[in-house]
């Protein structure tokens, strides 16, 4: 009779397609993982976390937010998509509970690994719950000061390409590919196209005031509640607290115009002190 074997680690295992170390090394990841979300999620947005206390980063803002975001996403996706697979094929009837999307479903899916193991696909849930792992890890472990800037070689090498603000050369962290860094940083915007964010979130990415951002959309009402004058900056979605959501592209456009006028007055300025002296 042929022993059963691990579809992970190739290790003799009584029953299941993975074995139990593999399954409890997948158990302790996504306990790893449910634990990280709150440090990434500060990565993602431009702040830190000292103790109970998250507060905003002080000094340049740049791209990392999306960066971070970007792999935030891919390990939502993931998960939930694990987790309806499971909860369908194992006939799980239960949902995933809490605020944050990815800590319930690690949470869910850590509850059930036992299950897991025993599912055809047992591996390929695994292999990912380890990419996942390994992604959260690399948002929380990026040292400060460097800009996260994509995976190199289009995912011929898979390692990340990192900068530091003033330089002109990136690299990878892992074959050492030297990359031009303002280009990186270009294809790295492409990733908040068309995306919506919060006025908190653009203004801690980009350094700009939630203030000013929020002044450009205020609509200014008459005393019946007419507007009279329509916002500058006007939300194309809102989220799931009806909370408004902005283009990037409208709050640069804005804040460069704004830029602008003041070079102007300054020179304006400049030039009428010149003729009176004159």
Same mark, same amino acid.
């Given at each position: 009779m042929t022993a059963n074997t691990c579809a992970v680690c190739g290790r003799p295992t009584p029953d299941g397609v993975v074995c139990v170390t593999e399954t409890e090394r997948a158990r302790q990841q996504?306990?790893?993982?449910?634990?990280?979300?709150?440090?990434?999620?500060?990565?993602?947005?431009?702040?830190?976390?000292?103790?109970?206390?998250? =507060?905003?980063?002080?000094?340049?803002?740049?791209?990392?937010?999306?960066?971070?975001?970007?792999?935030?996403?891919?390990?939502?996706? #993931?998960?939930?998509?694990?987790?309806?697979?499971?909860?369908?094929?194992?006939?799980?009837?239960?949902?995933?509970?809490?605020?944050?999307?990815?800590?319930a479903c690690a949470q869910w899916l850590a509850g059930r690994v036992e299950t897991i193991r025993h599912l055809e696909y047992a591996a390929e849930v695994l292999r990912e719950i380890g990419d996942c792992w390994h992604a959260m890890r690399s948002v929380v472990a990026t040292p400060a000061g460097r800009l996260y800037l994509g995976v190199c070689g289009d995912g011929i090498c898979g390692g990340d390409v990192f900068g530091k603000p003033g330089r002109a050369a990136a690299y990878c962290n892992q074959c050492?590919?030297?990359?031009?860094?303002?280009?990186?940083?270009?294809? &790295?915007?492409?990733?908040?196209?068309?995306?919506?964010?919060?006025?908190?979130?653009? #203004? =801690?990415?980009?350094?700009?005031?939630?203030?000013?951002?929020?002044?450009?959309?205020? &609509? /200014?009402?008459?005393?019946?509640?007419?507007?009279?004058?329509?916002? !500058?900056? !006007?939300?194309?979605?809102?989220?799931? /607290?009806? /909370?408004?959501?902005?283009?990037?592209?409208?709050?640069?456009?804005? =804040?460069?115009?704004? /830029?602008?006028?003041?070079e102007q007055r300054t020179a304006q300025a400049a030039g009428m002190g010149a003729s009176t002296r004159g």
């Open positions: 996504l306990a790893e993982i449910a634990e990280t979300v709150e440090a990434a999620r500060a990565v993602m947005y431009r702040q830190t976390s000292t103790g109970d206390t998250i =507060h905003s980063t002080p000094g340049p803002r740049d791209l990392l937010d999306y960066g971070a975001g970007a792999r935030l996403d891919a390990v939502q996706t #993931a998960l939930t998509g694990w987790v309806r697979a499971v909860a369908e094929d194992a006939k799980v009837k239960s949902a995933p509970k809490g605020d944050d999307l990815i800590t050492g590919a030297v990359y031009d860094q303002d280009e990186r940083r270009v294809q &790295v915007a492409t990733l908040v196209d068309g995306r919506g964010f919060r006025a908190s979130v653009i #203004a =801690h990415a980009y350094g700009i005031p939630v203030d000013t951002i929020r002044g450009w959309a205020w &609509v /200014r009402r008459d005393n019946n509640g007419v507007p009279v004058r329509e916002p !500058k900056l !006007k939300p194309v979605d809102r989220d799931e /607290r009806n /909370r408004p959501l902005y283009l990037v592209a409208d709050v640069l456009a804005l =804040h460069e115009q704004a /830029r602008q006028r003041r």
